[in-house]
Nanobody, 117 residues
Framework: QVHFVESGGGLVQPGGSLRLSCAPS????????VGWYRQVPGGQRDLVAQ??????????TYSHAVKGRFIIPSDAAANTWYLQMNKLRPEDTAVYYC????????WGQGTQVTVSL
């Protein structure tokens, strides 16, 4: 089954930065919406950032928890999406995933982000 493959997580100190990336395991043409999610143990998977393309315009939106700190860069390669995470906080610790919010495919394994001293 086609799924997204996430990478780039790791251990970082509070205030630090990480850049996550995700790409589908096989070619998915015409993908117009990609969301970044995160999930803590025992919690639900929350959408924290979304990239959407309509016509020639790209729109990015962010949850209140990450707005102003996380960015989906505009320099993405074809079929690869990034999440630039700055000013990381301990509460950002989670497994991060990406998927199509409108038509989800199989979930990947995600990438663990741990923010700690």
């Amino acid at each position: 089954q086609v799924h997204f493959v996430e990478s780039g997580g790791g251990l970082v100190q509070p205030g630090g930065s990480l850049r996550l990336s995700c790409a589908p395991s096989a070619d998915i043409s015409g993908l117009e919406v990609v969301g970044w999610y995160r999930q803590v143990p025992g919690g639900q998977r929350d959408l924290v950032a979304q990239w959407s393309k309509s016509g020639g315009s790209v729109t990015t939106t962010y949850s209140h928890a990450v707005k102003g700190r996380f960015i989906i860069p505009s320099d993405a390669a074809a079929n690869t999406w990034y999440l630039q995470m700055n000013k990381l906080r301990p509460e950002d610790t989670a497994v991060y995933y990406c998927n199509n919010p409108n038509s989800p495919i199989s979930w990947g394994q995600g990438t663990q982000v741990t923010v700690s001293l």
